[in-house]
């Protein structure tokens, strides 16, 4: 695929990684629409730095919790630049609930936001697509694992990732649907030192990932013609633990 010129939706990209994905594809000359729910100054930020840089870029607004508000928010992107090349279905909710803890709320609204978000935005992006649109979902490191502390968070991100196997088949051949999986890019604010150390002394590659290490791999499987239904991991060697 040819980046530069096609219209791209980042969900999320107001902040952390979401911020940094629409940044990266929009300085590779790509038509950036920037969606947001509470961090509208971050997007509008990404969408200054993408104009001055001589890109475009525009902010739409979306409680993507909302059932109603995936479609809408895809029809508004189509509306405004006429057209749909790739989607980036970056937004989500990482909360700490141990096992023991989860109520039902807190349970359907991660579902909702980490799981039926991203799928309903794929369903409604395929219909404005052509041929060679491509979605990247994404997923995480927790899809793989057991983190006691983030049981919803790590069954929905395991449901990206099954969600991004059955998208690629029900889209192919027009579309092609992937997944990035990140581990440690970018640990949560006010993290001890002493639990970022030890996640850098117990990854093989020793060391924390950073926000381009995922924007490589999304570039990746954008120009892999050829991909589709992967997910790639991108953590630093964590899941070859022994």
Do not use: C
């Amino acid at each position: 695929m040819e980046l530069k010129g096609k219209v791209v939706l980042v969900t999320g990209a107001g902040r952390r990684v979401g911020r940094a994905i629409a940044e990266a594809l929009g300085a590779e000359g790509m038509r950036v629409a920037a969606h947001h729910h509470e961090s509208s100054g971050g997007a509008s930020d990404v969408a200054d730095v993408i104009r001055a840089g001589g890109g475009e870029a525009a902010i739409f607004s979306a409680d993507l919790s909302k059932p109603s508000e995936p479609d809408s928010l895809v029809a508004s992107v189509a509306k405004h630049f006429g057209t749909f090349d790739v989607v980036i279905n970056s937004a989500a909710v990482m909360w700490r609930t141990p096992f023991g803890t989860i109520d039902s709320e807190t349970w359907d609204r991660m579902f909702a936001i980490n799981v039926r978000a991203p799928f309903f935005i794929a369903q409604a992006a395929a219909r404005y697509m052509t041929q060679g649109g491509a979605i990247v979902n994404i997923a995480d490191l927790a899809a793989f694992e057991t983190w006691p502390e983030f049981v919803p968070h790590n069954i929905t991100k395991a449901a990206v990732v099954h969600m991004t196997h059955t998208l690629a088949r029900m889209l192919a051949p027009a579309i092609r649907v992937n997944a990035v999986a990140p581990g440690a890019v970018l640990m949560p604010e006010n993290t001890p030192p002493e639990i970022t150390q030890r996640m850098i002394s117990t990854t093989p590659l020793r060391r924390l990932g950073s926000p381009d290490d995922v924007v490589g791999a999304i570039r990746y499987l954008l120009g892999a013609d050829y991909v589709t239904g992967e997910t790639l991991i991108v953590d630093g060697g964590r899941h070859v633990r022994s």
